[in-house]
C-alpha cells in the first residue's frame, strides 16, 4: 500500500463479536483501501487475537500483556501511523459506508479544523450526547449534575455541555468530541502531542480537543457522518474500575486546564464533589451486584 489517508487505531478489550463487526463495516468504505487499520489488545484473555490473525490478516495487531487503558494503548500506535488523518475508533462501533472518508474529506477541505467528529448514535437510533460536547467548566457541570440541562433540553444556558438545543443534522463547531470515533491530522497530533496518559479512560478525548483549540484550530461535529456505538460494551464488565476511571478523567483535565482559575477552596470543592459523585456510583453499583437477578426483573 503507498501512503495511506486514514490510520485506524482500535483498542479492544473483550469484545471480540463487536471488534468483528465493526471491522467488517470498515470495509464497506468505497475508500477502505486507503485506510490502514491498527488493533491494539489490551489482554483481552479471549479469543480476540486469534480472530484477528485467522480473518483480518491485514490488520496490524498489537498485543499487550496487560490492560494499559485507552490513552497509552492509542500512542503506542499514534506515532508509527502513515496516514495523513488519525482516526481513534471504539471497537463497539459499526460505520456506515463512507463515514471514515467523510471526515476525511472535511479535513481534506477545512485546513482549519484540527478534529472533525461524526454523528455518533445509540443502537436504537438517539444521538449519542457525548458526540458534541463543551467543555466541563464548573458550570455546565453542574447543569449537567443537577439535570437542569435534561429538564430543558431546548435551553441554551442549562443544555449547553450536549448541545442538546441544536439540530442534530447540522454541521456544528463544538468544543469536544467523542474518543469514539474521531479524526485528526496527523501534523495536528505533531503540534498538539499525544492523548494524556494519566488518563486511563474517559476524558481524555476532551482533553485532547481542548489542547487542539488552544492551537488555534477548529473542532467540528459533522453529521454526514454515521456511526452507531454500543456505548460501555467493554466497560460494563468493570463497573467500579469504570466510574473511577470516569471520575479521574474529571479531575485531572479540571487540575490541568481550569484550576489556575478558581482560588484553592472552590478548586476543593470541585475536587470533592467530584469524588462524591464517585463514591455514590460505587455504592450504587456496588449494591446492583448484591441483588438477586430475579428481584431486579
Given at each position: 500500500m503507498s501512503e495511506p489517508i486514514v490510520s485506524i487505531v482500535i483498542v479492544n478489550w473483550k469484545t471480540p463479536k463487536l471488534l468483528a463487526?465493526?471491522?467488517?463495516?470498515?470495509?464497506?468504505?468505497?475508500?477502505?483501501?486507503?485506510?490502514?487499520?491498527?488493533?491494539?489488545?489490551?489482554?483481552?484473555?479471549?479469543?480476540?487475537?486469534?480472530?484477528?490473525?485467522?480473518?483480518?490478516?491485514?490488520?496490524?495487531?498489537?498485543?499487550?500483556?496487560?490492560?494499559?487503558?485507552?490513552?497509552?494503548?492509542?500512542?503506542?500506535?499514534?506515532?508509527?501511523?502513515?496516514?495523513?488523518?488519525?482516526?481513534l475508533l471504539n471497537p463497539d462501533s459499526v460505520v456506515t459506508e463512507n463515514a471514515i472518508s467523510e471526515l476525511a474529506r472535511y479535513l481534506e477541505t477545512h485546513k482549519d479544523c484540527g478534529a472533525v467528529g461524526a454523528k455518533v448514535l445509540n443502537p436504537d437510533g438517539t444521538l449519542q450526547l457525548a458526540c458534541r460536547r463543551a467543555f466541563p467548566d464548573p458550570a455546565a457541570s453542574f447543569y449537567r449534575v443537577t439535570y437542569?440541562?435534561?429538564?430543558?433540553?431546548?435551553?441554551?444556558?442549562?443544555?449547553?455541555?450536549?448541545?442538546?438545543?441544536?439540530?442534530?443534522?447540522?454541521?456544528?463547531?463544538?468544543?469536544?468530541?467523542?474518543?469514539?470515533?474521531?479524526?485528526v491530522p496527523k501534523e495536528v497530533v505533531e503540534k498538539v502531542g499525544l492523548l494524556d496518559e494519566d488518563?486511563?479512560?474517559?476524558?481524555?478525548?476532551?482533553?485532547?480537543?481542548?489542547?487542539?483549540?488552544?492551537?488555534?484550530?477548529?473542532?467540528?461535529?459533522n453529521p454526514l457522518a454515521v456511526v452507531t456505538h454500543a456505548h460501555g460494551a467493554a466497560s460494563r464488565l468493570r463497573p467500579i474500575g469504570t466510574t473511577i476511571d470516569l471520575h479521574n478523567g474529571m479531575?485531572?483535565?479540571?487540575?490541568?486546564?481550569?484550576?489556575?482559575?478558581?482560588?484553592?477552596?472552590?478548586?476543593?470543592?470541585?475536587?470533592?464533589?467530584?469524588?462524591?459523585?464517585?463514591?455514590?456510583?460505587?455504592?450504587?453499583?456496588?449494591?446492583?451486584?448484591?441483588?438477586?437477578r430475579a428481584a431486579i426483573k
Open positions: 463487526q465493526c471491522l467488517d463495516s470498515i470495509q464497506k468504505d468505497p475508500q477502505h483501501e486507503q485506510f490502514e487499520i491498527f488493533v491494539v489488545d489490551n489482554a483481552s484473555g479471549d479469543d480476540s487475537v486469534e480472530i484477528l490473525q485467522s480473518r483480518y490478516k491485514y490488520v496490524q495487531v498489537i498485543e499487550n500483556t496487560d490492560n494499559k487503558g485507552f490513552s497509552k494503548a492509542c500512542n503506542q500506535v499514534i506515532p508509527i501511523a502513515r496516514g495523513r488523518y488519525v482516526l437542569l440541562s435534561r429538564l430543558f433540553p431546548n435551553n441554551r444556558t442549562f443544555a449547553r455541555y450536549n448541545y442538546s438545543f441544536a439540530d442534530q443534522d447540522q454541521e456544528l463547531e463544538v468544543d469536544a468530541l467523542s474518543g469514539a470515533c474521531m479524526m488518563i486511563f479512560m474517559f476524558g481524555e478525548d476532551i482533553d485532547w480537543c481542548w489542547r487542539i483549540k488552544q492551537a488555534g484550530f477548529k473542532v467540528v461535529y479531575h485531572v483535565f479540571y487540575r490541568k486546564h481550569l484550576a489556575q482559575k478558581y482560588w484553592a477552596p472552590f478548586n476543593l470543592l470541585v475536587y470533592a464533589a467530584i469524588w462524591s459523585r464517585a463514591a455514590v456510583f460505587i455504592v450504587v453499583n456496588w449494591a446492583r451486584s448484591l441483588t438477586p
